[in-house]
């Protein structure tokens, strides 16, 4: 391709050219950069380094793909006094995200099980479009939600303690104003907490397979075949509902003028919108995290019901798709910024105070899960992630086919048949769903992590295999 140049072995850069402001980077293998060239991955990611006060480079991860404004794997940081703020460069499922159980099962215990602990699961946790779900609030409480996040939801007898400590912000963005989120939101949500959804989201019980650092792993807990399990999901009709009102409020305030793509519509920062996304943004990520929270409950209910000696524990949860105030090191000097992570995980190094403090010396948790059937990876992140990526790793596998080719393609009942002959169970609320999602419509997991080590941007721990699968 014209204009991209190669730094080294995974690194690519086009440089600042036309309207940009900043040059923009791929971090990616060429077996990977071959499919980001297939779709508007790297057009995206050009359009991104025009927008007003961008910092250093615009990002595009191993795992990257075309998206609504930024691509899926997109990262940018902006000047609090010049930059903006967009919906775009978070996305509609606000804090889509993950969290990772250890328990002290071990694969020997839960394989001649697997059948039962699927339908258990499947039965406990509402998943699928529209699922609503049996935790009902009332509209007062919702609001604590929404400003409280994954605490409110402990404190009310849901977890303990140690489940939001080991939750990046301890399971609540500050700065949430429930006041911010409209009414529409509200009736979209309210009736929604602790289901999975449809689309990407799964509950999965996997397995280590493999420890790639001994001392870091016995920090986490984890030896080789030892149970995990993974919670894949996010605000649900709630995050959705607030993308959608702000993206028209700054439609209507602002315009596409100057802008290379309307989706990248934005407001100042420093804005009066701009301020009121950030704080429905907040609040939509916080419901994201009590979703995860009532979710463990049911898990630990569940697997309790099954396993009466199970103990479960949060290893840690991490956001994607969301915009963070973080301080970076830019041109020598320590700076606050507005970072979009799109589609991508933070990775922070040791010593960091954002880092809970049991893992503050070996580095943030880095949890990127695989695609139905493949591996999940747990790494740790790095300075280098906070030199090179604003602290940033991938965020998964990335897709690389989209669902409707998906569904021309493949039939879910061969997807559930493939799989169980790998000894995964699995279980969806419809075909179409595993159809949709299948491993075949992914990019190479182990490619991606093999890049994002590579380079230093996180680094792996272990490897996670499923046993059962429930898919939204």
């Known amino acids: 391709m014209v204009g991209l140049k190669k730094i080294s072995k995974n690194e690519w850069e086009i440089p ?16 990977l950069l071959k499919k980001i060239k297939e779709d508007k991955t790297i057009e995206q990611i050009k359009n991104v380094a025009q927008l007003p006060g961008i910092l250093k480079i615009s990002i595009a991860l191993p795992d990257a793909h075309q998206g609504y404004g930024f691509p899926i794997g997109g990262v940018a ?66 609001n604590k939600v929404l400003e409280q996040g994954a605490k409110y939801i402990v404190e009310k007898g849901y977890g303990v303690k140690e489940d939001y400590l080991h939750t990046e912000e301890e399971g609540c963005i500050k700065g949430a104003d429930a006041t911010k989120v409209s009414e529409r939101a509200i009736k979209r949500g309210i009736g929604q907490l602790g289901t999975l959804g449809a689309g990407n989201h799964f509950l999965e019980v996997q397995f280590v397979d493999e420890i790639y650092d001994e001392e870091i792993a016995k920090v986490f ?47 100042p920062i420093k804005s009066e919108l701009g301020k009121n996304y950030f704080a429905a943004m907040a609040c939509a990520a916080n419901f994201a995290f009590a979703n995860k929270q009532i979710i463990t409950h049911w898990v630990r209910e569940e697997m309790k019901y099954l396993f009466p000696n199970i103990k479960i524990d949060v290893i840690y949860d991490v956001c994607h798709n969301i915009a963070k105030f973080e301080n970076f090191i830019i041109d020598g000097k320590e700076q606050k910024v507005c970072v979009h ?9 040791p010593g960091r105070k954002e880092v809970p403090e049991r893992y503050r010396e070996i580095g943030q948790p880095v949890i990127i899960p695989g695609s139905m059937g493949t591996a999940s990876y747990l790494l740790v992140g790095t300075k280098k992630a906070e030199e ?30 493939n799989l169980s002959k790998k000894g995964i169970e699995v279980k969806s609320g419809s075909w179409k769903a595993l159809a949709q999602e299948a491993p075949e419509v992914y990019k190479d997991i182990d490619e991606v992590i093999k890049v994002v080590d590579e380079i230093g941007i996180s680094k792996k721990i272990a490897k996670l295999r499923p046993l059962t699968v429930i898919k939204g």
Do not use: W
């Not at 807990?221 to 959705?240: A, F, N, V, Y």
């Not at 992570?341 to 190094?349: H, L, Q, V």
């Not at 690389?400 to 009942?413: F, N, P, V």
């Open 16 to 31: 600042k050219e036309g309207k940009m402001l900043a040059p923009a980077r791929i971090f990616a293998s060429e077996k």
């Open 77 to 142: 940081a902006f000047d609090l006094e010049k930059g903006i703020i967009s919906p775009g460069g978070v996305g509609y499922d606000i804090n889509c995200s993950v969290r990772l159980l250890k328990t002290n099962l071990t694969k020997r215990d839960i394989v001649n099980q697997q059948k039962k602990i699927v339908e258990g699961l499947f039965r406990k946790i509402p998943s699928g479009v529209g699922r609503g779900s049996k935790f009902q609030i009332t509209r007062k409480e919702l």
């Open 221 to 267: 807990g984890l030896k080789k075949g030892d149970i995990t399990i993974m919670i894949h999901c996010g605000s649900r009709g709630l995050g959705h509902q607030v993308a959608s009102d702000y993206i028209k409020l700054m439609e209507d305030k602002y315009g596409f003028k100057n802008l290379p793509d309307r989706e990248l519509v934005n407001a």
């Open 341 to 349: 992570r799109k589609g991508a995980t933070r990775s922070f190094g």
């Open 388 to 417: 090179l990526t604003f602290g940033s790793t991938a965020h998964g596998a990335g897709r690389i086919s989209s669902r409707s080719k998906a569904m021309r393609d493949l039939r879910g009942e061969e997807v559930k048949k």
